[in-house]
Every structure is written in C-alpha cells, then in structure tokens.
C-alpha cells in the first residue's frame, strides 16, 4: 500500500477490489472471505464468515443466506452491520461498516441458479443454525429433495434464502510493518457523494 493516502484509489470499493484482485492472484484460498458482525435489537453482537459474491463496484458487498440464521434475524432486527477482510499472508486487512438492505428475490435468484446444485439441495434442507439430532438427518433429507427434484430439474430459490447488500459508510485499510508502525488508511463519506481519506495512527 501506498504510504500516502492521496496515493490510494479515491472509491474505496475500486481499492477494495484492488486488494482483492492481488490476494486472488497470490493464490491465497478463500480470498473472498471476509468476517461480517451483526448485533440484534438487544444489541448483542454475532461474528461469523462470509464469502463476498458481488461487491467490488458500486453496488456495494453482497453475500446470501438462510434469512432465518442468526445474522438474518440480527439484520431484520438492526439492518447495521461491520466486517472486516484479513490476508495474513500480505499483511493487509480491510474493515469496513455501513447499513444493510436485502436483495430482491429476482438478484437472489440470478446468483442461487448459478450455484452448485450441491449447494442448493444444502439450503433447502438445513434449517440454518437450529439443533437437530444428528447428521443422519440431514443427509435424509437432502436425498429426499434430491429425489423431488432429479438432474436435469431446477431446483427453486427457497422463499427463506437470498442475498444482502452491504453499503459501507467508512472503510479503513491497514498494512502491517515489522516495527507495528502500521499504515492505516480510513476512508469517510465527504458529504457530496466522494470519499475523505486520512492516516490513522497505528
């Protein structure tokens, strides 16, 4: 990273994709993954990973889940959420926190057709999050929903799956030095639709 700010891309989600491009390119695994944080209306908060699916543009971070998960109720609930991507191997880390709104069904199901349909037969049968007895169960159910719907079928969106957008109102862009004089670079809104950049002390 450059060590002046002014250096760095003006759209933060230009220089976010930047970073993900290099981490791809550097063969990292899960370079898309990122840690997103929900909190309920209570205000308790909940971490879990995520995969980044869109969000290098303007359109902000997309990812999809069982809307009835934990993160799903959270953001029914307090529709606010932070995250924050780490590639240790590069030293870098991006954290980010805005609102967040859901996708409609139409984007939800352009991306669920794209997926394996491994994947999908997953969704439809995993209650996300709550107990269940044993993994005997799960993979019952998948095999009956496999049978309701053979290859060469489509499987449908689930009413209870689909996406969420993140549309982050600051980012910050950290990359670590030997001596832990970090660079830390914080993006904020600058009120007429671009972008303050700023040095963070480490």
């Known amino acids: 990273m450059a060590t002046d700010p002014t250096e760095l891309d003006p759209d933060p989600l230009r220089q ?43 359109e902000g971070l997309c990812f999809y889940t069982n809307r009835g998960s934990r993160k799903g109720r959270d953001l029914a609930a307090n ?16 954290r980010v926190a805005g609102r967040v709104s859901a996708l409609t069904d139409a984007e939800s199901a352009s991306y669920w057709a794209s997926r394996p349909r491994g994947s999908q ?14 993994r005997d ?11 309701q719907w053979p290859e060469g079928v489509d499987i449908p969106l689930p009413p209870f799956w689909g996406g969420y957008r993140l549309l982050p109102r600051v980012f910050e862009f950290w990359e670590g030095r030997p001596d832990r004089l970090h660079d830390r ?5 600058d009120g007429r639709g671009g972008w303050l950049r700023r040095r963070l002390q480490p």
């Open 16 to 58: 976010l994709g930047a970073w993900l491009s290099a981490a791809e390119s550097a063969g990292l695994p899960l370079h898309d993954a990122f840690a997103l944080a929900t909190a309920d209306a209570e205000g308790a908060p909940s971490v879990r990973m995520v995969l980044l699916r869109g969000g290098d543009g303007p």
């Open 79 to 94: 529709p606010r959420a932070a995250a924050v991507f780490h590639w240790a191997a590069l030293g870098r880390q991006v």
């Open 121 to 134: 037969l997953s969704a439809w049968a995993s209650a996300q999050g709550e107990e269940v007895s044993s």
């Open 137 to 147: 169960v799960l993979e019952a159910l998948v095999a009956e929903l496999a049978a």
């Open 185 to 189: 670079v914080e993006y904020l809104p």
